[in-house]
């Protein structure tokens, strides 16, 4: 049973940084590809960047230069740092993860955290 918690989010002035957690637990498979999501309300959910087992990484070009993917195989983790956030960065932020590379596509990933509020002033 793959489990993804998040934690890191909070409420943020404007300009300032945060970095995300996911930690990972349950997998066991030698391939895997991670992403970062996110969700405002009354908007739909969008990708933010993935990064797979080969350490190949996806970014939503908006977002690229701001937003940096990473991930800790030692420890299971993945991240997510956020610098020079905005307004309009206040979402649900998801982790999620599969076997297969889906790039940004959230609708094909099959493990979801339960997110973390991030919250731009």
């Known amino acids: 049973h793959v489990q993804l918690v998040e934690s890191g989010g909070g409420t943020v002035q404007t300009g300032g940084s945060l970095r995300l957690s996911c930690a990972a637990s349950?997998?066991?498979?030698?391939?895997?590809?991670m992403g970062w999501f996110r969700q405002a309300p009354g908007k739909e959910r969008e990708g933010i960047a993935t990064?797979?087992?080969?350490?190949?990484?996806a970014y939503v070009e908006s977002m690229k230069g701001r937003f940096t993917i990473s991930v800790d195989n030692a420890k299971n983790t993945l991240y997510l740092q956020m610098n020079s956030l905005k307004p309009e960065d206040t979402a649900m932020y998801y982790c999620?993860?599969?076997?297969?590379?889906?790039?940004?596509?959230?609708?094909?990933?099959?493990?979801w955290g339960q997110g973390t509020q991030v919250t731009v002033s």
């Open positions: 999620a993860a599969d076997e297969y590379n889906h790039g940004l596509a959230w609708r094909q990933y099959q493990h």
């Open positions: 990064i797979d087992s080969d350490g190949d990484t």
């Open positions: 349950g997998y066991t498979g030698r391939n895997y590809c």
